[in-house]
């Protein structure tokens, strides 16, 4: 049995609504009019779209025994070769997607790997999504002798650059950092044939796109190049077909669908009132693994506070606090260990936690995108979940209209429940975060900053700011008094740094 596919040529500029079985590629959209075939994978599970043998026990063992659409329809083509733009919805299965077909591709390679270099690279915007795309590798290849590095900011970069001294197959890494090292000829890409950029939008956009062209130009020129998200704004679209040759884009839904398993509400709260109405509604024992975002480090660390005084279990995770803190506050979320998780955007995006019975927008994000992503913590792999957002009507009517244009609907409003059962008081059993510990992590975090000598992308004689510029390159907003966050993941003015590459091969 075989399923057609139709292919067009076309470039990439903009939204392209497709069915679910169309994949549309390359430059010349009249022109050119292919069409490929496939095999029926529908039950072929992923040895029939092309998987090494040695990986398919390892996947089976992850819990993928049939291939979600986006690995369907995106795997063949990767496994063929291709440059790749998927767009497809929260939870729905991309990094596999990716992984699997570099994977795949590397097991088969006969040649040796050189010092420090790299065969894949998958970026991604924050270290937490860094950290669990290499966990996942590193499940998907067990037992396949795959090595893998991660490479990340705000922990020792000794232990990094050891375990990239002999070369490895996959390295993950956030861009901050990896420009550091590539500068410091600590890692080489120039052997670095795959390169996947997952959460696109995000890293192609003002805060990091300077950095992804300097890692993109280092690495081979006939590299292969995947593109992932579950949003992809116009503007940012075009400048991914800068980094695409010839690609094939598979648009499971449409940039900015929602998952239609969460269901979604407005409540309409003035911001004074929104701490009493978040207390109160999370005296509904439904309410079993919640991730509260808000829009600034400020707001996440005075709902915490004030969850806290309410005896509520918390813990927060945002770009002020140290990675262990990071980490450790997501882990325990993981864990279960920790029912309420509050968080900026640094945690909105590729964050995988199965579970999450809901998600609260304390305010609405800046850039509407991050709606798509922070409700997409929920209803993950075709589980259900809630999406509630507290919306202060007085404040934040353009925010609303932003994300509903971004997803395409209207959002239902409905008044915030009363409390169900008398909001806990006491101590919670989770031990705060004190204000001695938070100032020595940001001190932790101004010390590193200090570095010297001329760098990957800088101009002799610039000052250096390799690593407080990485940390602001992931800090992208800087703190604007108001609190806003200033974590990896967020976008905003960024000063254009020149770059000047050290003299090296293409
Ligand atoms: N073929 C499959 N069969 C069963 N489960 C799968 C399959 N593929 C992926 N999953 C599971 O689905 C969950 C979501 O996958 P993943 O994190 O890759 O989603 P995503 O599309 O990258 O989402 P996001 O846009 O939020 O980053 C993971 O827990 C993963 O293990
Ligand atoms: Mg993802």
């Not at 599970?45 to 998987?51: D, H, Y």
């Not at 262990?324 to 509050?342: P, Y």
């Not at 990485?470 to 993941?489: F, K, L, P, V, Y």
Request: with cysteine.
């Amino acid at each position: 049995m075989f399923q057609r596919f139709v292919v067009y040529r076309k470039r990439i500029v903009g939204r392209l609504r497709l069915p679910l079985d169309v994949l549309r590629t390359g430059d010349n959209p009249a022109s050119a009019r292919e069409e490929i075939k496939l095999e029926n994978t529908e039950t072929g599970g992923f040895a029939a779209l092309g998987i090494a043998g040695v990986l398919l026990k390892a996947t089976e063992n992850a819990g993928m025994t049939e291939p979600k659409p986006i690995q369907r329809q995106s795997i063949p083509a990767q496994i063929e070769g291709r440059d790749i733009l998927g767009i497809a919805q929260t939870g729905s299965g991309k990094t596999a997607a990716f992984s699997l077909p570099i994977l795949s591709k590397i097991i088969g390679l006969g040649d040796k790997r050189r010092a420090k270099t790299a065969r894949a690279l998958i970026l991604a915007p924050t270290r937490e999504l860094a950290v669990q795309i290499e966990e996942t590798i590193r499940m998907l290849s067990k037992g396949a002798h795959v090595s893998t590095a991660l490479v990340l900011g705000g922990v020792s970069r000794l232990s990094q650059i050891k375990k990239m001294q002999p070369g490895v197959d996959v390295l993950v890494a956030t861009p901050g950092r990896l420009t550091d090292l590539v500068r410091e000829n600590c890692i080489d890409l120039s052997d670095t044939r795959w390169l996947v950029l997952d959460e696109a939008d995000r890293m192609l956009d003002m805060g990091f796109i300077n950095d992804v062209k300097r890692i993109a130009k280092a690495t081979r020129k006939d590299r292969q190049t995947a593109l992932f998200s579950a949003t992809m704004p116009q503007e940012v679209a075009s400048l991914a077909a800068g980094l695409l040759h010839d690609p094939v884009r598979v648009e499971v839904a449409p940039q900015g669908t929602t998952v239609a398993e969460v269901t979604q509400v407005l409540h309409p709260v003035v911001t004074k009132e929104k701490k009493r109405v978040l207390s109160g509604m999370l005296t509904d024992p439904a309410m079993a693994s919640v991730i509260v975002f808000t829009r600034t480090k400020h707001g996440a660390d005075a709902v915490t506070r004030n969850l806290e005084r309410d005896g509520y279990n918390v813990a927060a995770i945002h770009g002020n606090k140290s990675q262990n803190a990071r980490q450790r506050a997501l882990n325990g979320f993981k864990a279960g260990s920790v029912r309420i998780l509050v968080a900026t955007d640094i945690a909105a995006r590729g964050i995988d936690v199965v579970g999450i019975s809901h998600v609260v927008n304390y305010d609405l994000p800046d850039e509407p995108e991050s709606y798509v992503h922070r409700i997409g913590r929920t209803g993950r792999n075709g589980a259900s979940g809630a999406a509630i957002t507290l919306y202060d009507p007085g404040a934040e009517n353009a925010k609303l209209r932003a994300v509903e244009r971004v997803i395409r609907m209207k959002l239902p409003m409905k008044d915030a429940p009363a409390a169900v059962g008398p909001v806990p008081v006491g101590p919670s059993t989770e031990r705060a975060e004190t204000s001695t510990q938070r100032s020595s992590d940001n001190r932790n975090r101004s010390k590193s900053g200090q570095k010297s000598g001329q760098k990957f992308g800088q101009k002799p004689g610039q000052r250096d700011n390799a690593r407080s510029g990485g940390e602001r390159r992931e800090a992208i907003w800087t703190n604007d008094g108001a609190g806003r966050d200033s974590t990896s993941d967020q976008r905003g003015p960024q000063k254009k740094r020149p770059f000047r590459r050290k003299s090296r091969a293409a």
